[in-house]
Structure formats: C-alpha cells, structure tokens
C-alpha cells in the first residue's frame, strides 16, 4: 500500500505576515506567477479586498488602503508587479533596523530616592532666592528621608541626607536653620499606622461568621 506523505506547516514556506494567513500568501504567490499583466493586475485588486475582509481593524487607521498595498508588496517579497494605486514602498527602507535607543543612565547610587526627587531637585534650582524655594527644600529633605526609610528602616542620619542633597543638586541647594526635618519615630509611627489593618473590617467579617453558624445550629 502506497503511503500518502502528510504536509505539514512546518514543511511549508514561512508566511511573511502570518495574520492574513497562509491562503492570502498562495494567492499572492499565484498572482506573481501570472504573465498576463491585466489579470494580475485584477488579483492583486481581489487580494487587497479579501486582506482587508480578515483585518477589519485597519479600517480605523487612517488611510488603510495604502497600508494593504505595502503588506501585499510585503507578502510578496517586492517580487509582485503590479500597478498600485500608491508608491511602492523600498524593500531596504523597510527592512531596515530601528536604530538603537540610548538608555537613560542615572546614579545607581541614590536609586533609592527614585526620579521624583531628582525632578524635583533639579526645578527647586531654577527657582529664585526666597520663602518659596526654602519650603521647596524642606518637602524635598523630608521626602528624600520617608525614601530613604522605605529602602532600610533600621535608622537614618539626617546628615547622610543633607550629604545627598548636596550631591545631588551638584552643591546648588542649602539648608538653612529654619527648614525642620521630620524625626525618624514619627515617619516610621506614620508609616506603620497606614499598613495598620482595619479592625471594623475584621470584627465585621467576625459577626458575619457567628451569624452562619448560628443559622446552622438552629433548632427545629
């Protein structure tokens, strides 16, 4: 008995742009194969309709018809001579690789006081001499103190804060005598209070659980 041998998708050619799927791939295929150039020009027209009955999604993009023409010219490898409606795309411009982009680099160093604080750090420079920029620097001590906390909340010195101030605004902003910095129990006592949960939660949820079996233990 003769063995009919199986075709696998795996034994197929890759499909170029695998959401129109394989039958749109075949009928391109079939469209470059064709010689007489009305009649392809008549299927790749077919085509660009059914592509665009199985994306209906791309009718939200503005101008999808010229976006069907250069996936068609895709497909087909720029091999497919047809007249388009639209400039055929270049195959070496669309094949291209992006470019790289260049990575943010920041100071592993004072990772623990997140971009926040040096965005902040850096407009409380631009600002003028006075009460304003003084108060500025007071939220941003006390914010750079609760950061730090959160990264290791065994004990802080408030000097290794103002240390990091200076480093961080490249010696621009001072504290004066007049700025308070929040002592560490109160930040800590704060902090803790927040993650406190709700005992009316609990007690609520405790009631409900009497009243369950109570109903199960109800006499007859």
Do not use: C
Request: no cysteine.
């Amino acid at each position: 008995m003769e063995t009919v041998e199986k075709d696998y998708n795996t034994r197929r050619p890759q499909m170029v742009i695998p959401e129109y799927g394989r039958n749109i791939q075949k009928m391109v295929e079939h469209a470059i194969n064709t010689t007489d150039r009305d009649e392809r020009n008549k299927i790749a027209t077919a085509i660009i309709s059914v592509m665009g009955q199985l994306n209906p999604h791309l009718r939200d993009i503005a101008d999808f018809k010229h976006k069907l023409w250069d996936h068609l010219f895709i497909i087909s490898d720029f091999k497919l001579d047809v007249d388009s409606p639209y400039p055929i795309p270049e195959k070496e411009e669309i094949m291209r690789k992006p470019e790289k982009m260049a990575y943010p680099q920041t100071d592993n160093r004072f990772k623990h006081y997140g971009k926040s604080v040096v965005n902040l750090i850096n407009r409380a420079i631009e600002f003028p001499e006075g009460d304003e920029k003084e108060a500025l620097i007071g939220v941003i001590v006390n914010l750079m103190k609760k950061s730090y906390l959160t990264f290791n909340q065994d004990s802080v010195d408030d000097t290794l804060i103002l240390k990091d101030l200076e480093t961080l605004s490249k010696g621009e902003l001072k504290v004066s005598d007049k700025i308070v910095i929040v002592p560490t129990n109160e930040i800590l006592a704060l902090t803790k209070t927040k993650r406190k949960p709700n005992n009316n939660n609990k007690n609520h949820k405790q009631n409900n659980n009497k009243g369950k079996q109570n109903y199960k233990k109800r006499r007859y």
